[in-house]
């Protein structure tokens, strides 16, 4: 397969590897209207919280989304994992985040604890996924996180979500935007190997692409065979999904500031990306693989703490009426 494309439209750049799920989806709303609300405010009303406790929310085609909360404060900050991987993928982030914000890390259908009860695997079912949990929170402000696919699901998240969306971080995606969709014959020669035998051509393609030389042997090894095990039933078509992706479609849609923290195991060509999404920016972490969140925490999660604050920033400078209250005991500037 041609492993520049993978790597740009699958994986490495778009594919996002995290985890899959399943079930029949009806249309899927665009924005978020249908939540219940608070009176004035127009967000879901609060619930009780215990920092890491599974709580689930139920999407309009009734699959049941797991998710877990940790901290307070605004924005939320919501966690999206990639194909064939699940929440957990974000484990070395949640407490640089948390000390500061609300975290969110969600279980995409068919990944984790939620359920697998869809047929149609596209990307923007996976956004309504993510919509439907944020709905749930009482937090004004949002920013989406997305790992590799969980970036292409953060942009279908984001129209449907509406205003409370400040800004998207992509992490090792979105590489691909800008150079023309994966031809249908492709996307079936991609496929093939995964049709045929999906647990020996997931480890495969995770061991030899998504990594760089002389990578931690036990993470590989560990995400190799995590990600193995996602049913193929529902892997296969999510990939097709993902591969088929048509930003050309989805961007002139997103009309807030996206940023990319990507490793350098293949290139991202920024120029070409910001004439489909001005503004883009992208921080680019040497010697790091598709993993990076996992491989280098102690040099990803600074970068991620420092794109957040902008995203802040520059809603609190474009829309001074969005700005978070101040929390209790807290300086404002």
């Not at 023309?180 to 999906?198: D, G, H, K, Q, S």
């Amino acid at each position: 397969m041609t492993v520049s494309r993978i790597v740009l439209a699958a994986c490495i750049t778009a594919l996002g590897i995290t985890a899959c799920g399943k079930g029949t989806t009806p249309p899927s709303p665009t924005a978020d209207s249908a939540a219940p609300t608070q009176p004035g405010l127009g967000l879901a009303a609060p619930t009780p919280q215990v920092d890491g406790l599974p709580q689930l929310a139920m999407t309009p085609d009734n699959v049941h989304i797991d998710y877990r909360v940790w901290g307070k404060g605004e924005p939320a900050v919501v966690l999206v994992h990639g194909w064939a991987c699940d929440s957990d993928y974000w484990h070395a982030q949640i407490d640089a985040l948390k000390a500061k914000y609300t975290v969110v890390a969600v279980n995409l259908a068919g990944h984790g604890g939620s359920e697998r009860n869809r047929t149609d695997w596209s990307m923007g079912n996976y956004g309504e996924d993510v919509a439907t949990v944020v709905r749930q929170l009482h937090n004004h402000q949002v920013v989406l996180v997305g790992h590799s696919m969980g970036a292409d699901v953060a942009l279908e998240a984001s129209r449907r979500i509406g205003d409370r969306v400040i800004g998207i971080i992509a992490v090792d995606s979105l590489k691909s935007i800008g150079l023309p969709p994966m031809p249908p014959r492709e996307i079936e020669r991609v496929l093939a190997p995964f049709r045929a035998n999906f647990i020996e051509a997931t480890r495969n393609y995770v061991t030899n692409k998504l990594f760089e030389k002389g990578a931690n042997p036990v993470l590989v090894q560990k995400v190799a065979y995590d990600m193995s095990l996602e049913p193929a039933d529902v892997g296969v078509p999510s990939l097709q999904s993902l591969l088929a992706m048509d930003f050309t479609k989805l961007l002139p849609e997103i009309h807030i500031p996206v940023l990319a923290i990507n490793s350098d195991l293949g290139a991202t060509d920024a120029a070409r990306i910001r004439k489909s999404l001005p503004g883009f920016e992208v921080d680019v972490l040497e010697h790091t693989g598709h993993f990076l969140m996992m491989e280098v925490p102690q040099r990803f999660n600074p970068l991620l703490l420092k794109d957040i604050d902008a995203l802040v920033q520059r809603s609190t400078a474009t829309r001074p009426d969005q700005a978070p209250p101040a929390r209790s005991g807290s300086a404002t500037s």
